[in-house]
């Protein structure tokens, strides 16, 4: 958090069929439905989040990722970056406060991979879902599906990721905290955090721009997974791979699809990291380890199935 | 009384799917997609990806039959696509036999060039939804 950038806030995910996609983030991932608006966006979050909303649906004609947010220490922290991020070369565009419901203004930039991102410092508080601010119990009862405890973090794919690092590590005070490394010296894939999470977001390279590969949910335990998992096959939804483990942070995870085809995570433990540590580096000759710890082998999905 | 116990497909219709490109077949149930009846036909004629309409993965030709279409990601069916007879075999419905043609899931780089090349900062195959926003990064 050197440059004042807390946490990943909110993602805005496209969807085809909205009733189709409350079935899969809110009963099956157990967020919490917050709010509807206008346009027709759904708004949810993890029961543990404070902010009224983390997650965003929007309805239209081909999935995806609209944009990911973070949220700020303060208006003057969004304001000081937004200079430098035009100093930078980002195009920079401001959202008025309202635009989503409840949330401030937010100021949105490009990316070399094609993403858009946003800044923003306030947002209505809500509270926990379902427990009290003082002498709160452990958790709310009447949580559904895999009881999903937060929004954590989401990787993206497009080019030229060192470029979009750039703008992560040099503007916002982000750390790398894990890479890939070709031999050539080459970073296909780019962990970055701006908490001691081992990722608040993360890149791999790849020539389409602006896609999605996943956006992903804490639990707290394996078991939590497992549960996961039984849902997953219980509800006959799409399953992707796991419960395994990851090699790249060492997160124990079970990636699914939306009844859509958006990629999600939910996962549980990992690495830390702390801005003194130098980042956890792998080989690409054993990129299939640091994706999927167990089978050493990574699949053809992992690498082309994208929304 | 116990119920007699009844195989759980029961009896009764069933559509024929060839996939001429790959010279195989495989049986689809009605209210089956083409991708979800190929997977419990234990076949791999056409490729799975998110099983969602999301991804293009499985991105077949429909050269001749019936069939109902689920909404489909812009991005891999366009509407001149559609009318072509493209479409994505996870949201395809049979309504009849059908003949279709695999492997149209075209744009995509194979894995090595993706990993092990110089990842040139170019756009690979036409994304609407990027289309519309996408400003040149200074
Ligand atoms: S498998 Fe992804 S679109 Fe059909
Ligand atoms: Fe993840």
Redesign the pocket.
Known sequence: MKKGVMRPGHIQLRVLDMEEALKHYRDLLGLIEMDRDQQGRVYLKGWTEVDKFSVVLREADAPGMDFVGFKCLSEDVVDSLRAELIEFGCEVEDIPAGELLDCGRRVRFNSPSGHYFELFASKQQTGKWGIGEVNPEAWPQGLTGMKAVRFDHCLLYGPNIAGTADIFCKVLGFDLAEQVIEPDGNIIARFLTTSSKAHDVAFIEHPEQGKLHHASFWLETWEDVLRAADLISMNDVSLDIGPTRHGLTHGKTIYFFDPC?NRSEVFCGGDYHYPDHPPVTWQAEQLGKAIFYHDRQLNERFLT?LT | MREKLTPATGAGQYFQIMVVNRGEKYRCRPGQSL?ASMELANSSCI?????????????VRILSGEYSCKR??KT?IAEDQAEAGFA????VMPLSDLTVESDHCSERPHRNTQFYSDSPATTVGNNPSNNKSQRKFK
């Open positions: 085809g199935v | 991708l490729n799975i990806g998110c099983r969602g309409g999301g991804c293009g993965v499985c991105k489909m990601s891999h994505l075999a996870c949201r």
